[in-house]
């Protein structure tokens, strides 16, 4: 397995340039420059700036330069502090992983496929030149396993077009059920040798999401703690959650969640990153503010033990807000701990 240097230990800027009300006051102030001065305190080495296509784009599809002026602050904030980025396109014209938004049709029209080349070919001749310090990550957590061959045509095509002005930027690619790691095994083999695969970790989703108003099964006063048996998990998942808790039928059910967990987690990603000899980062993972402070730090202890052992980068969703804001008040008495591992 290859290793993604320099993009070990990162944070998510979320809220800013994606997933926001897109105005121009919401970019000038909710990250500003001494946030990363704050993130580099912390010990990363890298940030992932989510970024929507309304920032750069009409509906038209006609360019807005301030908004790629906000991508370049960005870049240049990162290069000020000795920090890497990844530029993370998290909606594009017809799609968005979030149904609310009310953006389809991506994968079934060629229209909406050339726009997004053409705006991948956009960040690369304005940003390639920062392969040094800057990664491409070309579309956030698609959802249908039904989308995997058009996806993987259409992230190969980008890719020939983003190498014909950054032939060496690294380049990551997730899979279907929004990154999930599962999905990485059904992936296009790497096209080259800068492509990283990408997923994304919430699990225990019903730890990491308990009591989560988007979640539409989920009862909202739902809590429980990190230390709970594998049997709890599984009860706690058939009452809260649609879906089986197979990740866990193999665990002994009296027996307390731990490391081994994650270790499993990642057994078959690790496996397909191996033998392709390419590099596996996880662009999000987090736990809500709901959780206690004190859980929140136990599941990044477990996770982050186990993403050492294999070395896989990651980067913790988020900087603020958003529901999981590591600098928020309500993470404040167990942040110097955090920021020694995630």
């Known amino acids: 397995m290859r290793d993604f240097k320099g993009y070990m230990h990162g944070i998510n800027l979320g809220g800013w340039l994606s997933q926001c009300n897109h105005t121009k006051e919401r970019y000038d102030t909710f990250i500003v420059e001494k946030d990363i001065e704050v993130i580099k305190s912390w010990g990363a080495d890298h940030i992932r700036v989510p970024v929507d296509y309304d920032l750069v784009e009409t509906q038209e599809g006609e360019y807005k330069e301030e908004g790629f002026g906000y991508i370049q602050k960005a870049i240049d904030w990162s290069r000020k502090n000795g920090l890497n980025m990844v530029l993370d396109l998290h909606k594009t014209f017809g799609y968005s992983f979030d149904s609310g938004e009310n953006e389809s ?41 039904e989308y995997c061959k058009t996806w993987n045509a259409i992230s190969k095509k980008c890719i020939q077009r983003v190498r014909k002005y950054a032939p060496t930027i690294k380049i990551l690619v997730g899979g279907y059920y929004n990154n999930s790691i599962e999905a990485l095994k059904d992936l296009e083999a790497p096209y080259d040798d800068n492509v990283v695969y990408n997923f994304h970790c919430y699990e225990p989703l ?36 649609d879906h ?96 020694k591992i995630f």
Not at 105 to 112: I, K, L, T
Not at 207 to 232: L, N, V
Not at 287 to 307: G, M
Not at 318 to 331: A, P, Q, R, W
């Open 105 to 145: 049709g991506f994968f079934d029209n060629e229209a909406y496929q050339e726009r997004f080349y053409k705006l991948w070919e956009q960040f690369a001749q304005r940003f390639g030149k920062y392969e040094d310090t800057v990664a491409f990550e070309l579309l956030n957590e698609v959802t249908k396993k």
């Open 206 to 241: 019903i730890f990491t999401h308990q009591g989560a108003h988007w979640i539409k099964e989920m009862d909202t006063s739902f809590r429980m703690p990190f230390d709970c048996t594998y049997g709890e998990y599984i009860k706690y998942n058939d009452e809260q959650l």
């Open 244 to 339: 089986t808790t197979g990740d866990m039928a193999g665990f002994d059910p009296s027996k307390k969640i731990g490391i081994e967990y994650f270790e499993q987690y990642v057994e078959e990603a690790v496996r397909v990153a191996n033998e392709r000899d390419v590099a596996l980062y996880c662009g999000e993972y987090g736990v809500i503010n709901l959780a206690s402070a004190e859980d929140s730090l136990k599941w990044y202890q477990a996770i982050c033990k186990c993403f050492d052992k294999f070395g896989i980068g990651r980067a913790a969703w988020s900087y603020k807000e958003m529901d999981f804001g590591l600098s928020d008040d309500h993470m404040k008495a167990v942040l110097p701990e955090i920021t």
